[in-house]
C-alpha cells in the first residue's frame, strides 16, 4: 500500500475516423501522463469514439473482448507501468451492449467498468450495468463511474462502501453545464469523504461544445486542480492517503 497515488486526468478532444486513431492518441496520451508520474490516467467517455451514437450503427465502432485495436494501448500500459481507463462502446462476449469504460493494467488484463444510469438515446442503445465498479492500484481503491453515474448520489455511495478512496469519473459534461459538474464532483467527494476526478471530453461532440474543466476535488469536497481550457489536456495530481484519513 502506498501513501500517495498520482493520477492523470485526461480531458480528451476525440479525432474522427474511428477507434484506431483515437487508441494511437491515447498512447501518446499515456506517455505524457508517465512524464508527470502517473500510475492511473483516467480517460472520457467514449473517448475512443466521441460521443456520437450514430456511428454505433456500425459494428466497426464496438470494441470487444481482446479487440486488437487496443494492442499499441495495451503495450504502453505494460511499458509505463500505468493503468489506463478507456472509454467506448463494448460488446461483452455474450454480445450484450454496454457503455464501458475498461481499465488497462500493464499485465495485460483488462477490467469492464459499465454506465449504470443510462440517459436520452443511450437507453435505446446500451444496457445498464448494476453500480460502481472498484479499480484496486498500489492498496488505493478507485470507484469508477460514467458521466450520469455523478448525478445519482446512491452510485458513489456505493463506491464508498466498497471501500473507494476515489471516485473516478469518465463523462461528457457541454458548456452550460459546468456548474452542473463541479456540483456533482464535489458532493460526491464530500460526502462520501473521498477523493473525486473527473475526464470530461473536450472539443465539440454531439451534444454540444465542452466546458472544460477536468481535474480532481479533495474529500473536503474543495477543487485541487483543473484543466485550463476545453481541448485536450493531461491535469495531473497527487492523492495523499493523509488527507483521506483526516477527514475518516
Request: contains cysteine; hydrophobic residues 40%.
Amino acid at each position: 500500500m502506498t501513501n500517495a497515488l498520482t493520477v492523470s486526468a485526461i480531458q480528451y478532444q476525440a479525432l474522427d475516423g474511428g477507434i484506431s486513431p483515437n487508441a494511437m492518441e491515447h498512447v501518446r496520451l499515456i506517455e505524457d501522463a508517465e512524464s508527470h508520474g502517473a500510475r492511473l490516467a483516467v480517460f472520457p467517455e467514449l473517448s475512443l469514439l466521441g460521443y456520437d451514437l450514430e456511428l454505433l450503427a456500425s459494428p466497426e465502432h464496438w470494441l470487444v473482448q481482446g479487440d486488437e485495436r487496443l494492442d499499441d494501448v495495451r503495450e504502453i500500459c505494460r511499458r509505463t507501468g500505468i493503468t489506463a481507463v478507456v472509454g467506448g462502446a463494448y460488446r461483452e462476449p455474450g454480445g450484450t451492449p454496454r457503455l464501458a469504460s475498461l481499465a488497462i493494467h500493464p499485465d495485460g488484463s483488462t477490467e469492464p467498468a459499465f454506465k449504470t444510469h443510462l440517459h436520452g438515446r443511450e437507453k435505446d442503445v446500451f444496457v445498464a450495468g448494476n453500480g460502481a465498479s472498484v479499480l484496486q492500484l498500489d492498496g488505493w481503491r478507485i470507484g469508477l463511474a460514467i458521466c450520469f453515474d455523478a448525478a445519482v448520489p446512491a452510485h458513489s455511495t456505493g463506491a464508498a462502501e466498497a471501500g473507494a478512496d476515489a471516485y473516478a469519473v469518465s463523462a461528457v459534461y457541454t458548456a452550460d453545464e459546468g456548474h452542473r459538474l463541479e456540483l456533482h464532483l464535489g458532493a460526491r467527494a464530500m460526502d462520501n469523504r473521498m477523493f473525486g476526478i473527473v475526464a470530461n471530453l473536450g472539443g465539440n461532440t454531439a451534444l454540444g461544445s465542452s466546458c472544460g474543466l477536468s481535474g480532481f476535488w479533495g474529500p473536503d469536497g474543495l477543487r485541487m486542480k483543473k484543466a485550463a481550457g476545453t481541448g485536450t489536456e493531461v491535469v495531473t495530481a497527487t492523492l495523499s492517503r493523509s488527507a483521506l484519513l483526516k477527514f475518516r
